[in-house]
C-alpha cells in the first residue's frame, strides 16, 4: 500500500512538471510575452485620421493638401487663407503614428 502511494505521489510530481513545461512553450504563452505586430499607419490613413478629427471637433479646412512624413509623426497641411497665413500660419495636423493620437500644430 505504501508503495502504492509514493508511486501515486511520484506520478503526480512528474505530470505537474510536465504540465509547467508545456504551459511554457505554447503558443498563448509566446504571445503573451511578444507584442503584437502591428501595421504601421500609411499616409492615406493619417490623411483620413486628421480628416476625422477636424470634422470631430467642427472645423471645416477642407481636404488636406500635403502630408509629411517627419520621424514617428505625419504632418497634414491644409489650404490656409492669406490673410490667416500671414497672421498665425499654416493650418496642419500632426498625427503620432504609433498611437494615433491628432494634435493641432501650434500657430504663432
Not at 504571445?31 to 471645416?60: D, V
Amino acid at each position: 500500500m505504501k508503495s502504492l502511494m509514493s508511486l501515486f505521489v511520484g506520478m503526480l510530481i512528474l505530470f505537474g512538471a510536465c504540465a509547467n513545461n508545456e504551459s511554457a512553450t505554447t503558443p498563448a504563452a509566446k504571445n503573451k510575452e511578444e507584442p503584437a505586430a502591428t501595421k504601421p499607419m500609411t499616409k492615406e490613413e493619417a490623411s483620413k485620421l486628421a480628416h476625422t478629427h477636424l470634422a470631430l471637433k467642427q472645423h471645416n479646412w477642407g481636404e488636406p493638401q500635403s502630408v509629411e512624413e517627419v520621424g514617428d509623426k505625419y504632418y497634414v497641411s491644409f489650404k490656409t487663407p492669406q490673410q490667416e497665413l500671414r497672421l498665425i500660419g499654416q493650418r496642419v495636423l500632426i498625427v503620432d503614428k504609433d498611437s494615433g493620437v491628432v494634435t493641432f500644430q501650434k500657430r504663432r
